[in-house]
């Protein structure tokens, strides 16, 4: 019989033709009364493809065995339900190290260069009037990056490239890494010049990059955002970008994403994305291609590629 799997969401093409290859794919969200579909049939399904599982639809699917996530991160998953009813979750990690480490890099440009702004300056035809200005660069500059894990290593990777000092802050300090570790992040922020955040969401870091912090990195001081919108106090840093405490800010990531506060488009200071880290053909292709090869691995009673749990 066909393996029944569960999406919740749509996902990439590719990645939805190649499920619905190998097993009987049910769209949740194409249902008209989800709730009523589930207690009808939710004790067929036996995996999920896709993120943002909750307790609750833990307990509609009786049966789930695998949570095959899509994406690195797994905040949105309640990890510690599936770990209580033996349910296995993976994500896709590594395959989108560099396409997150390039857009990082990116919007550090971008803000030190105002290269947004620029782009607006010449084709509003403010340039025949004069100059658009002076700002920085980043070559000698000490970018400090929260949580370097692989995505961050990539992100130290091209700093360094780019003639910056490398400073990290994170749980623990990586003995064989070459860059210096901070077990203070206001410390780190303060002797920053610009702030990457890259850590996990969750809980644990719930606006660890706090109003003190933000503070401490100081009005010439640059964040870079690609991480998680909750990692920040999001109304201390509108209200430092507003009042100068802050130099700028480069944010692909929002607390409440898709919904960005308005305020934010009114400021020259700041360079908006829309959570676009890993949006790229060659990388989502592989995060599909990694979430259903975890989906067949579980299925054939094979080591797991990336479990989280």
């Given at each position: 019989?066909?393996?029944?799997?569960?999406?919740?969401?749509?996902?990439?093409?590719?990645?939805?033709?190649?499920?619905?290859?190998?097993?009987?794919?049910?769209?949740?969200?194409?249902?008209?009364?989800?709730?009523?579909?589930?207690?009808?049939?939710?004790?067929?399904?036996?995996?999920?493809?896709?993120?943002?599982?909750?307790?609750?639809?833990?307990?509609?699917?009786?049966?789930?065995?695998?949570?095959?996530?899509?994406?690195?991160?797994?905040?949105?998953?309640?990890?510690?339900?599936a770990k209580a009813r033996n349910i296995r979750v993976t994500n896709t990690p590594n395959v989108l190290n560099d396409a997150v480490a390039e857009l990082t890099v990116g919007l550090m440009i971008s803000l030190a260069r105002r290269i947004p702004q620029g782009d607006q300056f010449v084709r509003q035809g403010k340039w025949p009037s004069g100059?658009?200005?002076?700002?920085?660069?980043?070559?000698?500059?000490?970018?400090?990056?929260?949580?370097?894990?692989?995505?961050?290593?990539?992100?130290?990777?091209?700093?360094?490239?780019?003639?910056?000092?490398?400073?990290?802050?994170?749980?623990?300090?990586?003995?064989?890494?070459?860059?210096?570790?901070?077990?203070?992040?206001?410390?780190?922020?303060?002797?920053?010049?610009?702030?990457?955040?890259?850590?996990?969401?969750?809980?644990?870091?719930?606006?660890?990059?706090?109003?003190?912090?933000?503070?401490?990195?100081?009005?010439?001081?640059?964040?870079?955002?690609?991480?998680?919108?909750?990692?920040?106090?999001?109304?201390?840093?509108?209200?430092?970008?507003?009042?100068?405490?802050?130099?700028?800010?480069?944010?692909?990531?929002?607390?409440?994403?898709?919904?960005?506060?308005?305020?934010?488009?009114?400021?020259?200071?700041?360079?908006?994305?829309?959570?676009?880290?890993?949006?790229?053909?060659?990388?989502?292709?592989?995060?599909?291609?990694?979430?259903?090869?975890?989906?067949?691995?579980?299925?054939?009673?094979?080591?797991?590629?990336?479990?989280?749990?």
């Amino acid at each position: 019989m066909t393996i029944e799997i569960l999406q919740t969401g749509r996902l990439l093409a590719s990645c939805e033709a190649a499920l619905a290859e190998r097993y009987t794919v049910h769209m949740l969200h194409e249902q008209a009364n989800p709730n009523a579909w589930l207690a009808e049939n939710g004790a067929r399904v036996r995996a999920h493809a896709g993120s943002g599982v909750q307790a609750d639809l833990m307990d509609g699917l009786p049966n789930l065995e695998i949570i095959a996530s899509f994406g690195v991160g797994y905040d949105n998953i309640d990890t510690k339900a599936a770990k209580a009813r033996n349910i296995r979750v993976t994500n896709t990690p590594n395959v989108l190290n560099d396409a997150v480490a390039e857009l990082t890099v990116g919007l550090m440009i971008s803000l030190a260069r105002r290269i947004p702004q620029g782009d607006q300056f010449v084709r509003q035809g403010k340039w025949p009037s004069g100059n658009i200005g002076l700002f920085t660069e980043l070559t000698g500059k000490t970018v400090g990056i929260l949580g370097l894990g692989r995505i961050g290593k990539e992100i130290a990777i091209r700093a360094q490239a780019m003639k910056m000092r490398v400073v990290y802050h994170g749980r623990k300090r990586q003995p064989s890494e070459p860059h210096i570790f901070y077990d203070n992040l206001v410390d780190m922020a303060r002797d920053s010049d610009c702030l990457v955040i890259i850590a996990p969401g969750g809980k644990g870091t719930d606006r660890i990059v706090s109003r003190e912090v933000l503070t401490a990195l100081g009005p010439k001081g640059m964040l870079v955002n690609v991480a998680r919108g909750t990692l920040v106090d999001e109304p201390a840093l509108l209200e430092l970008l507003q009042n100068g405490g802050l130099g700028g800010a480069a944010l692909d990531v929002f607390e409440n994403e898709p919904q960005v506060p308005e305020a934010f488009f009114a400021l020259d200071n700041v360079v908006l994305s829309p959570h676009q880290g890993s949006a790229t053909h060659q990388t989502r292709d592989a995060m599909g291609a990694l979430l259903v090869a975890n989906l067949e691995a579980h299925f054939a009673g094979e080591p797991l590629i990336s479990a989280v749990v």
